[in-house]
């Protein structure tokens, strides 16, 4: 069962995805062989939240910025909120503003464990970012909302290497 999961959320991550109306729910560990497995080169990660203003703020340009390089950028937007929102009232949600990219919910209910495997220095805010260049094995983490200007810039400098 397990295999097929990770084979569906592969094939997943290799299409475009219109309006996100399809959630899965991720382990940590799925998550992180998703970002292993991409077809993409450059994968960003944004952990947000329904309730997070500045999280639902920044998402749109997130999309836009990454949807200007969609075939070496792949977005993976991993939602926190809790169970009860999952998976309806959060694909209600998704298709309501128009999110595009690959959508999760983290099935993870202990920070602790799930924050530093991410990154280290993450202590569980929200919105947090994770860029990664994985050919160049480059990756910066971003802990706060950021701007449409400072992501297109550190985007374009990941793509550089």
Known sequence: MYRILLILTFFQLGISISYGQKVESWSVKDLEVAIANTKQNIVVVNFWATYCKPCVEEIPAI????SQNK???VLILVNLDARSIFPNRLARFI????FQGVFSWLNETNPNYF???MDSSWDGSIPATIMINKRK???RFIGSSISSTQ???LLKALIMG
């Open 71 to 73: 075939d070496s950028v």
């Open 95 to 98: 298709k309501k503003h128009h």
């Open 151 to 153: 992501f297109q810039e």
């Open 137 to 139: 094995n480059i990756r």
């Open 115 to 117: 924050c530093p495997r």
């Open 63 to 66: 999309v836009k910025v990454v």
